[in-house]
Structures are given as C-alpha cells and as structure tokens.
C-alpha cells in the first residue's frame, strides 16, 4: 500500500507539496502516478513519472504549475503544486505500477493506490 499526505486546506496561488510514501515496496521498480477526483466528477490523470524518473507527464490543466519528483532512497514521489487554483480542489490519490506499455494515464494499469489526500483551494 501506499501513503500519501501532505494535503490541506490553501488560497488560490497558494502552494502545496504532497508526498506519496511506499514503506512495501522497492519504489524505484515502479512507475508513480497522481489521480484526483472532485465531488461528482470522474477521477482525472495528474501526472506520472517514470521508475528511472527519465519521464514524466503532466495532464495540460497543470503544465507550469505542479511538478513530480522522486526520492527513491527515502521510497517516496513529491507532487509539488503552486500556483493552485479552485479548480484543483479534489482528492488526491498516488499509485503505482511495474512499468508497461500502457499510457500512464489510464488509472486501472495501477496496482497499488494510496487511501487519498484532499486538497482544497478557496477563492
């Protein structure tokens, strides 16, 4: 399982950072996403990066404002946001996955999944 935390209540063009922590596992054998999900919506593909941290992807709506990174010594992937806006208000959720040949957007290619970190931003 997977532990994510980090997540709070912040203004508009505030910043936060969560952090997704994966005390079982080898992380650097796994590709790690972020998926949130708003009230009444689909959950949403964030961004991901890549077990050898080479590649990442980012969802158009956070390009410029949210970064992924890595720390595999400490088993652990950041989501470092700024810029934060209402709409990114949602849950957050970190998991991961044996890399594939999949797009790291589709969320059923995930294996392990974090319990989820709400994230609100007020206007």
């Known amino acids: 399982q997977l532990q994510a935390s980090g997540g709070g209540l912040v203004q508009a063009g505030g910043s936060l950072r969560l952090s997704c922590a994966a005390p079982?596992?080898?992380?650097?054998?796994?590709?790690v996403g972020w998926f949130r999900q708003a009230p009444g919506k689909e959950r949403e593909f964030v961004l991901a990066i890549s077990s050898t941290s080479s590649n990442t992807y980012y969802t158009d709506s956070v390009k410029g404002r949210f970064t992924i990174s890595r720390d595999n010594s400490k088993n652990t992937v950041y989501l470092q946001m700024n810029s934060l806006k209402p709409e990114d208000t949602a849950v957050y959720y970190c998991a991961a996955r044996h890399p594939r040949n999949q797009y790291y957007s589709v969320y059923t290619s995930y294996t392990y999944w974090g319990q989820g970190t709400q994230v609100t931003v007020s206007s």
């Open positions: 079982g596992l080898t992380f650097d054998r796994y590709d």
